[in-house]
């Protein structure tokens, strides 16, 4: 009997430690598509340019709720000639619990949540591409752990900087 007890207890504790993440809502904050140079650039040889730029932002809805906004911009040339521009907002809501230290809830807002939003945008970016006519356009897994690594490290060294500055 002592035992189910303290199993219970562990399971209940286990459920706390899971509780502290949950998504409440991923949506589409913003879709644009662009192709300014439509046809002429239908009639060009397909020897494309594509470059490729993520940001990611949150805000606090609430205590311990966050909306977080992942936003992917495609824009693809041909010779000199944008053949397409597409820009993806993809959104989502987060339950972060209170008990989570500030430098986890940083890395969970700026590397986890983009992580669960990135396949959401990659598809969208992949549809829209396609449903254009253009060659289809698989977008490469993104690694936001290590770039979360360098922001917070670039962060570090500005404010070395600024001390040092100010001595």
């Not at 909306?67 to 053949?83: I, M, R, S």
Request: with cysteine; aromatic share 8%; glycine share 4%.
């Amino acid at each position: 009997m002592a035992e189910e007890q303290q199993a219970n207890g562990a399971a209940a504790e286990n459920q706390q430690q899971q509780a502290q993440f949950a998504i409440q809502r991923i949506y589409a904050k913003d879709i644009s598509f662009e192709t300014p140079n439509s046809p002429s650039v239908f009639r060009k040889e397909w020897k494309p340019d594509l470059k490729l730029d993520l940001n990611v932002k949150h805000e606090k809805i609430e205590d311990g709720v966050y909306e977080v906004v992942l936003t992917l911009t495609a824009t693809n040339k041909v010779e000199d000639d944008v053949a397409f521009l597409c820009e993806v907002h993809q959104a989502g809501i987060f339950s972060i619990g209170e008990e989570v230290q500030e430098g986890q809830l940083a890395h969970m807002l700026g590397s986890f949540c983009p992580n669960i939003l990135f396949p959401y945008a990659r598809e969208c970016v992949a549809s829209l591409v396609n449903r254009a006519t253009f060659p289809q356009l698989n977008l490469a897994p993104v690694n936001f752990d290590a770039i979360f690594a360098r922001h917070m490290q670039q962060q570090a060294e500005q404010a070395q900087g600024q001390q040092t500055a100010d001595a």
